[in-house]
C-alpha cells in the first residue's frame, strides 16, 4: 500500500513538473492527425476512423483551451522553464486548426458565434502571458511571440469564418448571378477526363449550392437555347454520375472545410500572412537561443523546434494545397486568355497533389435484410452482450448490415447507377408530357406495365415507411417463391435496392422522407421468429439458436466483422420464407386492401406483404415468358429510391456528407440536373411561368461559371 501510494506521488510530480510540455505535444499531434485524416471521411463511413477522428477533433479544442488557460496562471517565474510562456501563441494556431476539417458535423457551423466569444477569451488569455511573462525575456522572443500571435489570431479567425461561410443562410448569399451566357457542358464537350470533370463541377457548382440552399435555380433561356440536355446526358452515362459525386465533394469542402475562406482575396492573404509569420518567428527564435546561451531548459528549447518546424511544415503544406487546389484552378479558368501559363502550371502540379479521382464516391450501398436478421444466432457472444447492456437494437443495425458490392456480386455499382439513370430519363420524359408526377413512388411503373390494381395500386400509397416494409417482405417472398427463370442480374439488383432501401429504413432512418419509424420492422420480425416456432419447434427450426463457441478466433471474428447479407444463410431464409407463406395463406381470400390514409398497417404488414406477394405471382402466371415480373418488382424499387432521394431533406443530405456520401444523395442532385435543363420544376414543364413550392425562391442562373464563394482574386 505504501509503495502504491509513493508511486502515485511521483506521478504527480512527474506531472506537476512536464504536464504543460505533455499537452503542448499532444496539442500539436492532434493537428497531425487531423490533417492527415481530416479528409478521409469524405468517401468513408469507417466507424473506427469516425470514433477516431471525432475525438481527435473535440480533443484538439479542449487541449489547447486547457492548456493556454493553465499557461494564465502559472507563473513559471524561474529562468529554466520561461520558453513555457512562448507557447501560448502557438496554442492560437492549432484552435485555427487545419484547413481540411472546421466542423465535424453540420451542427457545428451553427456554433460560429459560440466559437467566437472562444476566441476572445482565449485571445486575451495569450496576450496576458506574453505580457506576463515574455515582455521580459528579451526584444527578440517578444517579437518572436508577437509574430506567432498575429499568425494565431488570423488562422483562428478564419476558422471562425469558415463555419460561418458553412450555414445554409450563407449558401444562399455566396450563389452569384452574372450575366454571361455560356453553354454550361461546354467544358464537358472538350473532353471527359477526370480533370475536365472536376473543372466543370465547379462550374455547376452553384446548381449545387441552390439545391442545398433550397432554391430552385433557372438556368438562362439563351443558355438553355444552346444547350441539349438530352443528348448531352445520353452521351455522358458514367461521367454524368462523377460529375453529380465531384459537385458534392466540392460542397462537403465548402460545408466542413475552410474552402469558403481560403479560396477568397482574403483567404490568400491570410495564408501567406501566417506563412510569413510563422517564417519570421522562427528566425527571429533562433536569434534569441544563440543570444541567450544556455539559460533555458534544453527539453523546453527542444519542444520549441518542434511546435516551430511543425508549424512551418504544416503551413507550408496549407498554402501548397490552397494555390494548387482545383478550386485555383477553376478561378484561373474563368480568368481566360493571359492566365493560361499559370493554369497549366497548377493544373499539372495540383494533379499529383490531390488527383480529382479522390473526390469520387466510394461507390459502397448499404445493405440490411429482415430475412436475415431474423434467422441470426441469438446465442452469439455479441448478441447475447448487446442484450445484457440493452443495446441489442444497435447491435442488429451495425452487425447485421453489410455493403454492396461484395466478393461474390456478379452486378457492378455502374450496373445500378445505369438502372436509376435509365429510370430517370423516362420519368423526366413522363413528366414534359404530365404523365405522371414526382410524388410517384411505384404508380409510374405499375401502370406503365398495366399492373396498377388492388394490393400493387394500395402498397404504393401507404406512408413510405410502411410501403418499403411491405415490399421487402413481398420481394424476399416472391423470389423464393417464384418458378420463372430470371436473369441473375436482374435477380440481384432488384435484392440490391431491396435491401438497400431497407438499410436506409432500419439505419438511417432520417435519409428517409417523412417520419420513417426506424423499428417498425421489429414487430414483423418477432411475428416470423413466432411462426418459426410454432411451425418446428426446436427441431429444424431456421431461427433456433445454434450452440454457443467459446473459439476466441470465432468470437472475434464475430465482434469485429459485419454479417451483412450477402448469400449467407440463404437456405435459412427460404425455409422462413415458405412459413411466412404458408401462415398467410388462409386469409389470401378474404382480406381486402385498407384504406390508404387509414389506420397504421405496422402489425399485419406480413400478411399484406403476403397477400402483394401472392398477386405478383399471378401477375407472373399471367405474362408467362412474355415479360419478367422482376422487372415490374425492380422498377418500383427504382422509383422508390427517385422518390426518397428528391423528398429527403436537404439538411440530411448535407449531413450524410461528413459520414460519407449516400447514393440516394447523387441520385437527388442528378435529378435537379435533369430539371435544371428540361424545365422541370415541381409539376410543371413551362419555364417562364414555374411556380416554386413554399418555402422555395427562383433565381435566374445566367452564369454556370460563376463564382464558388464570395469574391474570388
Same mark, same amino acid.
Request: charged share 20%.
Given at each position: 500500500?505504501?509503495?502504491?501510494?509513493?508511486?502515485?506521488?511521483?506521478? !504527480?510530480? +512527474?506531472?506537476?513538473?512536464?504536464?504543460?510540455?505533455?499537452?503542448?505535444?499532444?496539442?500539436?499531434?492532434?493537428?497531425?492527425?487531423?490533417?492527415?485524416?481530416?479528409?478521409?471521411?469524405?468517401?468513408?463511413?469507417?466507424?473506427?476512423? #469516425?470514433?477516431?477522428?471525432?475525438?481527435?477533433?473535440?480533443?484538439?479544442?479542449?487541449?489547447?483551451?486547457?492548456?493556454?488557460?493553465?499557461? %494564465?496562471?502559472?507563473?513559471?517565474?524561474?529562468?529554466?522553464?520561461?520558453?513555457?510562456?512562448?507557447?501560448?501563441?502557438?496554442?492560437?494556431?492549432?484552435?485555427?486548426?487545419?484547413?481540411?476539417?472546421?466542423?465535424?458535423?453540420?451542427?457545428?457551423?451553427?456554433?460560429?458565434?459560440?466559437?467566437?466569444?472562444?476566441?476572445?477569451?482565449?485571445?486575451?488569455?495569450?496576450?496576458?502571458?506574453?505580457?506576463?511573462?515574455?515582455?521580459?525575456?528579451?526584444?527578440?522572443?517578444? +517579437?518572436?511571440?508577437?509574430?506567432?500571435? !498575429?499568425?494565431?489570431?488570423?488562422?483562428?479567425?478564419?476558422?471562425?469564418?469558415?463555419?460561418?461561410?458553412?450555414?445554409?443562410?450563407?449558401?444562399?448569399?455566396?450563389?452569384?448571378?452574372?450575366?454571361?451566357?455560356?453553354?454550361?457542358?461546354?467544358?464537358?464537350?472538350?473532353?471527359?477526363?477526370?480533370?475536365?470533370?472536376?473543372?466543370?463541377?465547379?462550374?455547376?457548382?452553384?446548381?449545387?449550392? /441552390?439545391?442545398?440552399?433550397?432554391?430552385?435555380?433557372?438556368?438562362?433561356?439563351?443558355?438553355?437555347?444552346?444547350?441539349?440536355?438530352?443528348?448531352?446526358?445520353?452521351?455522358?452515362?458514367?461521367?454524368?454520375?462523377?460529375?453529380?459525386?465531384?459537385?458534392?465533394?466540392?460542397?462537403?469542402?465548402?460545408?466542413?472545410?475552410?474552402?469558403?475562406?481560403?479560396?477568397?482575396?482574403?483567404?490568400?492573404?491570410?495564408?501567406?500572412?501566417?506563412?510569413?509569420?510563422?517564417?519570421?518567428?522562427?528566425?527571429?527564435?533562433?536569434?534569441?537561443?544563440?543570444? %541567450?546561451?544556455?539559460?533555458?531548459?534544453?527539453?523546453?528549447?527542444?519542444?520549441?523546434?518542434?511546435?516551430?518546424?511543425?508549424?512551418? !511544415?504544416?503551413?507550408?503544406?496549407?498554402?501548397?494545397?490552397?494555390?494548387?487546389?482545383? @478550386?485555383?484552378?477553376?478561378?484561373?479558368?474563368?480568368?481566360?486568355? /493571359?492566365?493560361?501559363?499559370?493554369?497549366?502550371?497548377?493544373?499539372?502540379?495540383?494533379?499529383? !497533389?490531390?488527383?480529382?479521382?479522390?473526390?469520387?464516391?466510394?461507390?459502397?450501398?448499404?445493405?440490411?435484410?429482415?430475412?436475415?436478421?431474423?434467422?441470426?444466432?441469438?446465442?452469439?457472444? *455479441?448478441?447475447?452482450?448487446?442484450?445484457?447492456?440493452?443495446?441489442?437494437?444497435?447491435?442488429?443495425? #451495425?452487425?447485421?448490415?453489410?455493403?454492396?458490392?461484395?466478393?461474390?456480386?456478379?452486378? %457492378?455499382?455502374?450496373?445500378?447507377?445505369?438502372?436509376?439513370?435509365?429510370?430517370?430519363?423516362?420519368?423526366?420524359?413522363?413528366?414534359?408530357?404530365?404523365?405522371?408526377?414526382?410524388?410517384?413512388?411505384?404508380?409510374?411503373?405499375?401502370?406503365?406495365?398495366?399492373?396498377?390494381?388492388?394490393?400493387?395500386?394500395?402498397?404504393?400509397?401507404?406512408?413510405?415507411?410502411?410501403?418499403?416494409?411491405?415490399?421487402?417482405?413481398?420481394?424476399?417472398?416472391?423470389?423464393?417463391?417464384?418458378?420463372?427463370?430470371?436473369?441473375?442480374?436482374?435477380?440481384?439488383?432488384?435484392?440490391?435496392?431491396?435491401?438497400?432501401?431497407?438499410?436506409?429504413?432500419?439505419?438511417?432512418?432520417?435519409?428517409?422522407? *417523412? $417520419?420513417?419509424?426506424?423499428?417498425?420492422?421489429?414487430?414483423?420480425?418477432?411475428?416470423?421468429?413466432?411462426?418459426?416456432?410454432?411451425?418446428? /419447434?426446436?427441431?429444424?427450426?431456421?431461427?433456433?439458436?445454434?450452440?454457443?463457441? @467459446?473459439?476466441?478466433?470465432?468470437?472475434?471474428?464475430?465482434?469485429?466483422?459485419?454479417?451483412?447479407?450477402?448469400?449467407?444463410?440463404?437456405?435459412?431464409?427460404?425455409?422462413?420464407?415458405?412459413?411466412?407463406?404458408?401462415?398467410?395463406?388462409?386469409?389470401?381470400?378474404?382480406?381486402?386492401?385498407?384504406?390508404?390514409?387509414?389506420?397504421?398497417?405496422?402489425?399485419?404488414?406480413? #400478411?399484406?406483404?403476403?397477400?402483394?406477394?401472392?398477386?405478383?405471382? %399471378?401477375?407472373?402466371?399471367?405474362?408467362?415468358?412474355?415479360?419478367?415480373?422482376?422487372?415490374?418488382?425492380?422498377?418500383?424499387?427504382?422509383?422508390?429510391?427517385?422518390?426518397?432521394?428528391?423528398?429527403?431533406?436537404?439538411?440530411?443530405?448535407?449531413?450524410?456528407?461528413?459520414?460519407?456520401?449516400?447514393?440516394?444523395?447523387?441520385?437527388?442532385?442528378?435529378?435537379?440536373?435533369?430539371?435544371?435543363?428540361?424545365?422541370?420544376?415541381?409539376?410543371?414543364?413551362?419555364? *417562364?411561368?414555374?411556380?416554386? $413550392?413554399?418555402?422555395?425562391?427562383?433565381?435566374?442562373?445566367?452564369?454556370?461559371?460563376?463564382?464558388?464563394?464570395?469574391?474570388?482574386?
Amino acid at each position: 500500500m505504501r509503495s502504491e501510494v509513493i508511486e502515485a506521488g511521483k506521478l !504527480v510530480n +512527474l506531472w506537476n513538473e512536464w504536464g504543460i510540455q505533455i499537452l503542448v505535444l499532444v496539442s500539436f499531434g492532434l493537428q497531425v492527425f487531423l490533417l492527415v485524416f481530416g479528409g478521409v471521411r469524405r468517401h468513408s463511413n469507417s466507424t473506427a476512423l #469516425m470514433f477516431f477522428l471525432w475525438s481527435a477533433y473535440l480533443l484538439a479544442d479542449s487541449t489547447a483551451i486547457y492548456t493556454l488557460g493553465h499557461l %494564465s496562471v502559472d507563473s513559471r517565474s524561474d529562468d529554466e522553464h520561461q520558453l513555457v510562456a512562448f507557447w501560448a501563441p502557438f496554442l492560437l494556431l492549432h484552435l485555427g486548426g487545419p484547413d481540411n476539417i472546421t466542423a465535424y458535423a453540420l451542427e457545428d457551423n451553427a456554433l460560429w458565434l459560440r466559437h467566437l466569444q472562444t476566441l476572445a477569451v482565449q485571445v486575451l488569455g495569450a496576450a496576458y502571458v506574453i505580457y506576463e511573462y515574455i515582455s521580459s525575456s528579451g526584444a527578440l522572443l517578444l +517579437l518572436a511571440s508577437m509574430s506567432m500571435f !498575429v499568425a494565431g489570431l488570423l488562422k483562428y479567425g478564419e476558422r471562425i469564418w469558415a463555419l460561418k461561410c458553412g450555414n445554409i443562410s450563407s449558401i444562399r448569399s455566396s450563389i452569384s448571378i452574372r450575366k454571361v451566357k455560356t453553354d454550361p457542358y461546354q467544358l464537358l464537350a472538350l473532353g471527359t477526363s477526370e480533370e475536365d470533370l472536376l473543372l466543370g463541377a465547379h462550374s455547376q457548382f452553384d446548381i449545387c449550392k /441552390g439545391v442545398f440552399a433550397d432554391i430552385i435555380m433557372l438556368p438562362n433561356p439563351s443558355v438553355r437555347s444552346q444547350s441539349k440536355p438530352r443528348s448531352v446526358i445520353s452521351y455522358l452515362g458514367e461521367d454524368l454520375y462523377k460529375l453529380v459525386e465531384m459537385e458534392l465533394s466540392l460542397m462537403y469542402d465548402f460545408l466542413y472545410t475552410k474552402a469558403a475562406v481560403i479560396h477568397t482575396w482574403y483567404g490568400f492573404c491570410i495564408h501567406f500572412i501566417s506563412l510569413f509569420g510563422t517564417a519570421t518567428t522562427f528566425l527571429l527564435f533562433q536569434l534569441s537561443i544563440n543570444s %541567450s546561451g544556455n539559460r533555458y531548459s534544453r527539453v523546453d528549447v527542444a519542444i520549441s523546434y518542434v511546435l516551430l518546424v511543425g508549424a512551418l !511544415v504544416l503551413e507550408i503544406i496549407s498554402v501548397c494545397r490552397a494555390v494548387l487546389s482545383t @478550386w485555383t484552378c477553376s478561378l484561373l479558368h474563368r480568368r481566360g486568355r /493571359g492566365w493560361e501559363w499559370p493554369l497549366h502550371i497548377v493544373t499539372s502540379l495540383g494533379q499529383r !497533389v490531390h488527383p480529382a479521382s479522390r473526390r469520387l464516391w466510394s461507390g459502397s450501398i448499404g445493405q440490411y435484410n429482415l430475412f436475415h436478421l431474423c434467422t441470426r444466432n441469438t446465442n452469439e457472444i *455479441g448478441s447475447r452482450l448487446a442484450m445484457k447492456l440493452g443495446l441489442e437494437d444497435w447491435w442488429n443495425k #451495425m452487425h447485421f448490415s453489410g455493403t454492396f458490392p461484395h466478393a461474390n456480386s456478379s452486378l %457492378s455499382i455502374q450496373d445500378i447507377k445505369k438502372l436509376v439513370l435509365e429510370a430517370l430519363r423516362s420519368k423526366e420524359q413522363a413528366l414534359q408530357h404530365q404523365d405522371t408526377d414526382l410524388n410517384s413512388r411505384g404508380s409510374f411503373i405499375l401502370k406503365r406495365m398495366e399492373a396498377y390494381k388492388d394490393f400493387a395500386r394500395w402498397s404504393v400509397n401507404i406512408d413510405f415507411d410502411e410501403s418499403i416494409l411491405v415490399w421487402h417482405i413481398a420481394t424476399e417472398v416472391y423470389i423464393r417463391k417464384s418458378k420463372a427463370k430470371h436473369a441473375k442480374e436482374l435477380l440481384e439488383a432488384t435484392e440490391v435496392l431491396s435491401n438497400y432501401l431497407m438499410f436506409l429504413l432500419v439505419v438511417k432512418p432520417n435519409m428517409l422522407p *417523412g $417520419a420513417a419509424r426506424h423499428n417498425i420492422h421489429l414487430t414483423s420480425c418477432e411475428q416470423l421468429e413466432g411462426q418459426c416456432r410454432m411451425r418446428f /419447434g426446436d427441431k429444424d427450426n431456421p431461427v433456433a439458436p445454434s450452440p454457443v463457441s @467459446w473459439n476466441p478466433y470465432y468470437i472475434l471474428k464475430e465482434l469485429f466483422h459485419h454479417d451483412g447479407p450477402s448469400c449467407s444463410r440463404i437456405p435459412r431464409r427460404e425455409k422462413l420464407a415458405e412459413v411466412a407463406w404458408s401462415f398467410s395463406q388462409f386469409a389470401l381470400g378474404s382480406v381486402r386492401a385498407p384504406n390508404p390514409h387509414g389506420d397504421s398497417i405496422r402489425d399485419n404488414a406480413n #400478411m399484406y406483404a403476403i397477400l402483394l406477394a401472392n398477386e405478383l405471382l %399471378s401477375i407472373e402466371l399471367q405474362w408467362q415468358d412474355q415479360r419478367d415480373t422482376l422487372e415490374l418488382i425492380l422498377g418500383v424499387w427504382v422509383e422508390m429510391s427517385l422518390y426518397a432521394a428528391d423528398h429527403c431533406s436537404q439538411e440530411s443530405h448535407a449531413r450524410q456528407l461528413s459520414n460519407g456520401c449516400e447514393f440516394i444523395t447523387i441520385v437527388s442532385l442528378l435529378a435537379h440536373h435533369f430539371k435544371y435543363y428540361s424545365g422541370v420544376f415541381r409539376g410543371t414543364d413551362n419555364l *417562364g411561368e414555374d411556380k416554386p $413550392a413554399s418555402g422555395n425562391s427562383p433565381i435566374t442562373e445566367n452564369n454556370p461559371m460563376s463564382e464558388n464563394c464570395g469574391n474570388l482574386v
